[in-house]
């Protein structure tokens, strides 16, 4: 008494009862065609905090979109193209003739970046033939630039410098792949006065 319509078509049915037959009014089932959804990056899906990848669907006439992050609608994520910043697994669904497809995922992974800061311990103000030890923040995998008015210190890798000489000093810090610059300290180096 029902049939489970798979394919385009008319369709009628015919009852018997008694000897007697009656055959129904057509139905016309019309079967869309579901669009392909596919993501293509346009550039590394791992990068740096503050960084972005552009993810971008396939195109088509008629196509709609909407984007979705582990899952979630993303609110105005409604173009072919969208700028990801967030860590997760992007799909995007696409529409075309109320037939729908979803892509399969793709992983964005932000790295977070290192804090970069430097504390002076000790004065930064000192006679000549002195010095200050700068330390910076210290993290699991940091590892360290040693900068002075700009220009890099040769040898300078470790989480401390010692700074005999007056300037602006910075450490860059960089882990997982990304780096960060620390605010400047400056040293001033006084000059001893002779005695005579």
Same mark, same amino acid.
């Given at each position: 008494s029902s049939y489970s319509a798979t394919s385009a078509g008319s369709y009628t049915v015919t009852i018997t009862s008694n000897g007697c037959t009656t055959t129904s009014s057509a139905v016309s089932v019309t079967v869309g065609t579901a669009p392909s959804a596919t993501i293509t990056a346009g550039g590394s899906t791992t990068f740096c905090s503050g960084a972005s990848v552009t993810l971008s669907a396939n195109t088509g006439t008629g196509l709609t979109y909407? &984007? *979705? *992050?582990?899952? =979630?609608?993303i609110t105005g994520g409604t173009s072919s193209n969208y700028a990801a910043t967030q860590a997760g697994t992007y799909t995007v669904v696409i529409? $075309?003739?109320? @037939? $729908? !497809? =979803?892509s399969a995922g793709t992983t964005v992974t932000v790295n977070a970046s290192p804090t970069a800061s430097i504390t002076a311990n000790?004065?930064?103000?000192? @006679? $000549? /033939? /002195?010095s200050v030890v700068l330390n910076a923040a210290t993290g699991t995998g940091y =590892?360290? /630039? &040693? *900068? *002075?008015n700009g220009a890099v210190i040769s040898g300078a890798t470790a989480s401390s410098y =010692?700074? $005999?000489q007056a300037g602006s000093y910075t450490v860059v810090v960089s882990a997982s792949g990304c780096s960060a610059t620390s605010?400047?300290?400056?040293? !001033?180096v006084g000059s001893a006065p002779s005695a005579t």
């Amino acid at each position: 008494s029902s049939y489970s319509a798979t394919s385009a078509g008319s369709y009628t049915v015919t009852i018997t009862s008694n000897g007697c037959t009656t055959t129904s009014s057509a139905v016309s089932v019309t079967v869309g065609t579901a669009p392909s959804a596919t993501i293509t990056a346009g550039g590394s899906t791992t990068f740096c905090s503050g960084a972005s990848v552009t993810l971008s669907a396939n195109t088509g006439t008629g196509l709609t979109y909407q &984007w *979705r *992050r582990n899952g =979630t609608a993303i609110t105005g994520g409604t173009s072919s193209n969208y700028a990801a910043t967030q860590a997760g697994t992007y799909t995007v669904v696409i529409t $075309s003739g109320g @037939c $729908s !497809t =979803t892509s399969a995922g793709t992983t964005v992974t932000v790295n977070a970046s290192p804090t970069a800061s430097i504390t002076a311990n000790g004065a930064t103000a000192f @006679c $000549s /033939g /002195g010095s200050v030890v700068l330390n910076a923040a210290t993290g699991t995998g940091y =590892t360290y /630039g &040693w *900068r *002075r008015n700009g220009a890099v210190i040769s040898g300078a890798t470790a989480s401390s410098y =010692t700074a $005999s000489q007056a300037g602006s000093y910075t450490v860059v810090v960089s882990a997982s792949g990304c780096s960060a610059t620390s605010a400047a300290v400056q040293v !001033t180096v006084g000059s001893a006065p002779s005695a005579t």
